[in-house]
């Protein structure tokens, strides 16, 4: 149990060439450098860097994509922030957005700052994403 959270400095660690496979949870604020196959869920927040590549949702308190690969979700409620030469192939949910040029972001993305308007967004794309689970592929 950790006895500090700091969201300033770095807590976690996962290096270049380094590999998790199952979900984790982050107590602080991260930088993952590495691959990971499986959901993040952190209370603090999270760098992707240049060479990451996730496979799974990310659930922070804030995201900010460097580089690398994400295909999964990413519910970040502070702000996402995509730099140049990454991709995301998954949803965005945030309240603040910003991308870079040369980013793939292959999703939907909702970005509203206002939280009434945010929550009804939020709410739709739940049910939006709970159908389209549930139909039949041919």
Known sequence: MALFNDSISINSILGNGSSIKGN??????????????????AQGNIIIGENARIRGNITAKSVTVIGGI??????????VKLLSSCAVIG???????QSDENTVLHGYCIS???????????????????ISSMSIRI
């Open 24 to 41: 984790i949870q982050i107590n602080g604020f991260a930088r993952i450098d590495g691959d990971i196959d499986g959901n993040i869920y």
């Open 70 to 79: 994400v295909l999964g979700d990413i519910i970040a409620p502070e702000f």
């Open 91 to 97: 949803d965005i949910q945030t309240r603040k957005f």
């Open 112 to 130: 509203l700052d206002e939280e009434a308007e945010y929550a009804a967004a939020v709410s739709k794309w739940e049910n939006l994403k709970a």
